[in-house]
């Protein structure tokens, strides 16, 4: 029997082969099945740290944006910010070498669904008429002593400082919109919703489900209120690695 030779590759299959299916190969699993997410700030401290990476599930967003399934309140959602705000709010809108601007991701809590009626006064949160424990997040602001309870963020659903949506105490949450807020509850802890409106679901790159990075951390985080920083992190060492699960107090809102 006479063995026939494999055609050597061409030019073009080498290419494929080598440097263009790799690429391919990580752009589908990242944009479409999951992928890594860095927390860039202490807008969601105390239970997100600055630097801490989480596993974002991508399928779950492409399933909702088909119409399987939806989010739920309490979920920590990565997504761009309206472009409206990204012109008039200089954090949100970053440049490229000087070359393009663009929108960076942020990473905040789900608070209310579309159809949602929501408003906030003294730093309490009501939604659909039933009042938001927040104890996952106030004991740790009440215990640093900055817990913001009196600037116009803390006493208004919509504020119209940066220009950006309308002055009100109380929204409803647009058709397919949802309404995000950071769990650092200081006077400047967080620019979200209340600052910018709730954000389309187009804009939803997916839900935080795990923090996978660093593996270890510190137990103890002191903030500096003023300079709106982790001022200390002591205490002992303890595995990092953690499911992000929904606050308890999101469950009867859920049902």
């Known amino acids: 029997m006479t063995r026939l030779d494999k055609p050597a590759p061409t030019a073009l299959q080498k290419i494929w082969k ?3 299916e790799p690429i391919v190969f990580a752009v589908v699993i990242t944009q479409f ?9 202490n807008s969601m401290m105390p239970n ?3 630097r801490e ?4 599930p991508k399928y779950e967003t492409w399933l909702h944006k088909a119409g399987v399934g939806d989010f739920k309140r309490g979920d920590i959602l990565i997504f761009k910010p309206p472009q409206a705000a990204a012109d008039k709010i200089s954090n949100l809108n970053k440049s490229a070498f000087g070359l393009w601007n663009y929108r960076p991701f942020l990473i905040k809590r789900l ?4 159809g949602d009626k929501i408003s906030i006064s003294g730093g309490e949160v009501t939604v659909n008429g039933v009042k938001l424990d927040q104890s996952w997040t106030t004991d740790y602001w009440r215990e640093q002593g900055c817990w913001d309870t009196q600037s116009d963020l803390a006493n208004s659903i919509a504020s119209s400082q940066m220009g950006v949506v309308p002055q009100a105490q109380e929204i409803t949450v647009p058709a397919g919109q949802y309404f995000v807020m ?12 209340r600052m910018f409106g709730p954000i389309p679901m187009r804009d939803i790159a997916g839900r935080a489900a795990a923090v996978v ?14 300079g709106q920083n982790v001022a200390d992190l002591s205490g002992d060492n303890v595995l990092n690695w953690r499911v992000l699960n929904r606050p308890e107090a999101f469950d009867a809102l859920n049902k």
């Open 33 to 41: 099945i999951a992928t890594l997410v860095g927390v860039d700030g």
């Open 182 to 193: 950071g769990d650092n509850r200081t006077a400047a802890g967080s620019e979200d919703s």
């Open 213 to 226: 990075w660093p593996i270890m951390r510190k137990t103890n985080a002191k903030y500096d209120c003023a």
């Open 53 to 56: 990476r989480v596993f974002v």
């Open 48 to 50: 997100l740290r600055n």
């Open 111 to 114: 608070i209310g669904l579309p």
């Open 18 to 20: 080598e440097f263009l």
